[in-house]
Nanobody, 115 residues
Framework: QVQPVESGGGLVQAGGSLRLSCEASGSIFSINAMGWDRQAPGKQRELVASIRSGGHTNYADSVKGRFTISRDNAKNTVYLQMNSLKPEDTAVYYC?????????WGQGTQVTVSS
C-alpha cells in the first residue's frame, strides 16, 4: 500500500496564498496519479487538481488560474500552490494517490480563508 502524508494548510486572509504538500510513502511504484480533493461543510467532496505520472494536469474550473499542482518525482511529493484564495476555498483538503488504479487518501488538512 501507499500512504499519503500531508502538510501545509491553515488560516489565511482572502487574497492570500498557501501551499500544500503530500508525500507518498510505502509502496511508491506504479503510481498512476497524485492530486487533491476537497470537502467543504455540507458539500460533497470534489476534485481540485491532479497530475498524472506523465505530467498531465487537471483542474477544477473554480481554481483554474489560481492554483498550480506540481510534482517532484525524486521526493515522491506533490504540491498544490494556492494563490488568490477566496472564502469559498475553505474546506478540508485531501491528498489522493492513485496506485494500480486504486485510490489512497490522506487524513486531510484544513484550509480556512477569512474574508
Amino acid at each position: 500500500q501507499v500512504q499519503p502524508v500531508e502538510s501545509g494548510g491553515g488560516l489565511v486572509q482572502a487574497g492570500g496564498s498557501l501551499r500544500l504538500s503530500c508525500e507518498a510513502s510505502g509502496s511508491i511504484f506504479s503510481i498512476n496519479a497524485m492530486g487533491w480533493d476537497r470537502q467543504a461543510p455540507g458539500k460533497q467532496r470534489e476534485l481540485v487538481a491532479s497530475i498524472r505520472s506523465g505530467g498531465h494536469t487537471n483542474y477544477a474550473d473554480s481554481v483554474k488560474g489560481r492554483f498550480t499542482i506540481s510534482r517532484d518525482n525524486a521526493k515522491n511529493t506533490v504540491y498544490l500552490q494556492m494563490n488568490s484564495l477566496k472564502p469559498e476555498d475553505t474546506a478540508v483538503y485531501y491528498c489522493k494517490i492513485k496506485r494500480n488504479w486504486t485510490d489512497y487518501w490522506g487524513q486531510g488538512t484544513q484550509v480556512t480563508v477569512s474574508s
